[in-house]
């Protein structure tokens, strides 16, 4: 119930009008933005937080980079697995051997 009445009173006003009200607060603020928002904001461009996830050596989307930057640059963006993609290569490093990975396979406990 508490939900639907903030989203009906936030929704009562445009953000331009939000910052208004929000600004007299002697309180902190900030905005939760989309990634599709933080894709065009202007400061968000200009201090270079959005980078390329490249796949197969072409760019193919962009993403707000991540926050932590120890060297000044922050680190290359990368796409995430597909389900199931790592499972064997982790269970390797855990000590399992290969009978074992099949075992579980076998028995429907990885893909």
Do not use: C, H, M
């Given at each position: 119930m508490l939900v639907s009445e903030l989203d009906q009173e936030f929704a009562s006003r445009?953000?331009?009008?939000?910052?208004?009200?929000?600004?007299?607060?002697?309180?902190?603020?900030?905005?939760?933005?989309?990634?599709?928002?933080?894709?065009?904001?202007?400061?968000?461009?200009?201090?270079?937080?959005?980078?390329?996830?490249?796949?197969?050596?072409?760019?193919?989307?962009?993403l707000p980079a991540v926050p932590v930057q120890f060297d000044g640059c922050p680190p290359p963006l990368r796409r995430a697995p597909e389900h199931?993609?790592?499972?064997?290569?982790?269970l390797l490093e855990l000590g399992y051997g290969w009978d074992e990975i099949a075992g579980f396979k076998e028995a429907g406990a990885i893909l």
């Open positions: 445009t953000f331009e009008e939000w910052k208004l009200v929000l600004s007299g607060l002697d309180a902190p603020w900030a905005p939760v933005q989309s990634i599709a928002e933080l894709l065009d904001d202007v400061q968000v461009q200009a201090n270079g937080y959005i980078g390329d996830v490249v796949i197969d050596g072409e760019p193919a989307y962009r199931g993609e790592d499972t064997e290569d982790l």
